[in-house]
């Protein structure tokens, strides 16, 4: 043992003086690294495309050399992979989307993109210079793009705007494809528009759901892959009911749940019909039958904004002057755990009244349960969501806007207990006067409920062709947007959600249909696009197969 230590001991110093001996006799290179320019975080350049256009393959914005570039560019060559493949031998290229899809053996499209790299690699030395590429390829259509729907005549038009970030300057592009139906099948959508329904997680149609247009003489679903026709509203019951005439929908599903998309429509005699899926989205029809909430009956033409997801849609009741709820609940017994179900759990939906607890103290609230004689409903719309005083419960809270009977605006919150639909007590519920100016029931009002979204302090409001909006942290109203010509009028607004409430839609009696730029809220915000549809602008839906916040 002794021996066998004394000769590790030997071999070790025998190194130690053959380092000491090293005459440094190394060839030293100096690095000229590129110096990346793709902005805060992990250097990453982004590549969007879609199926059959052209994917711009841009690298050159992203880096720059010290000293002679010319002569830098000269030793160097570059390398774009994807999937292991070289799909690339240029710093800028172009190549058509499907020979791409080819290339790398993708046979159908994904959600989400697809990491590879772009490397300058020095001729020489092989040494190479490398960033993370990120390579989205999504269909003609994809999430963030919008159904636009307004009047043709004395029928409906429904058009398109695809919207996508140019690669070099990072600016939004928006493009529109008029009149969709008109150019398929060389018709028009017979009646006038009443409604725009988007079903984002009808998987059963397509990938992107399904958009359906609601006119006084027809409903049409059309698949959001190709805006191509693929139903009629008629089709989806098993039994046609004899009130059968549709004048607005909601759909409401969550992802990573056992339950499938719930849909409701409202017939103009105000009754309320239901089609729950199965999971996944494989069967399932329209009850033939409506809902009911008690027995005092209901007419409900109309429903609010809720939130993403399974989250329950405030409905105003004109024949008894009063909000209802579309409430979710959970079917299952409780489980050992707060918050958690016993067994398997689906989604259920039933119509509550929001009548709270009896003996409840209600002073202060806005009294939704039965509002007094002569009050004009304007709008209700999901304001957030608060602790329900439990592990894992929650309570949303709605805004609901009216006119008083001497004719002052209101602005109401309240909040609704997630088992029962019953009118809650809760610090944020209130009934005072709205902060704007009067609004009227051709007044459009947005408003936003997603937590810590940059909406959320915000409602927007117009009048005639001024939109206005309020600050609810100070309580004071504020000029936003006038549009140019005083006798147009805002018939619709809505935000992108897909892109974090980064622009405002607003649409016009004459037919404009505006985007605005509201990554800050001021007066006269940078207008990003402006295009002409001819005749008021109905509705804007957004397609997203995966968001959160609210749904519009």
Known sequence: MKYSIWFIGCLVIFSLIGCFDDKGTYDYKDLNEPIWNTGDGEPVINVTCRAGEVAKFRASPFFAWKGDSLKRAGEVRYEWKLDGVVIGEEADFDIDTYELMEKIGMTQFSKSGTNGTFSIIEKESGIAYMVRAYITISPTNTSGDWAILSKKGGNAK????????????????????????????????????????????????????????????????????????VSELQDD???????????????????????????????????????????????????????????????????????????????????????LTILFYRSGEPGPFPGFPGGTEYLLSKLATTEPAAGMPTEGWCPVWSFPEGIEFLHASYAGSVSGGGWFTYYDQMNVFYNDKDGNTRWGVYTLDQTTGQTVNNGGNKDVAFPGNKLTKESVILTSGKANGTMLNYILYSNGSEIRYVNKQENRDYPFVTLEDATDRVTYMTYTVYLNYEYLIVGTEQGKLLFYNVQEMKANPELLEEFDLGETIISAKELSSYSSGDRY
């Open 158 to 229: 429904l058009s398109y705007v695809k919207c996508a970030r140019n690669q070099e300057t990072r600016k939004l592009e928006f493009t529109l494809l008029e009149d969709l139906f008109f150019e398929n099948y060389n018709q028009d959508i017979p009646g006038t528009p009443l409604a725009l329904a988007m079903s984002n997680y009808s998987t059963n149609i397509g990938s992107l759901g399904s958009v359906t247009v609601i006119t006084d003489q027809v409903g049409y679903e059309f698949n959001c892959e190709n805006m191509l026709k």
């Open 237 to 323: 019951f098993t039994s046609l009911p004899a009130n059968f005439k549709p004048i607005d929908r909601t759909d409401c599903y969550e992802s990573m749940t056992t339950s499938g998309v719930h849909s409701f429509i409202a017939m103009e005699d105000g009754s309320l019909y239901r089609r729950q899926m199965s999971m996944n989205n494989l069967g399932g029809d329209f009850m033939s039958i409506p809902l009911a909430a008690d027995e005092k009956g209901y007419k409900i033409t109309k429903f609010g904004q809720p939130r993403w997801g399974f989250g329950n849609v405030p409905c105003y009741d004109e024949a008894n002057n009063r909000m």
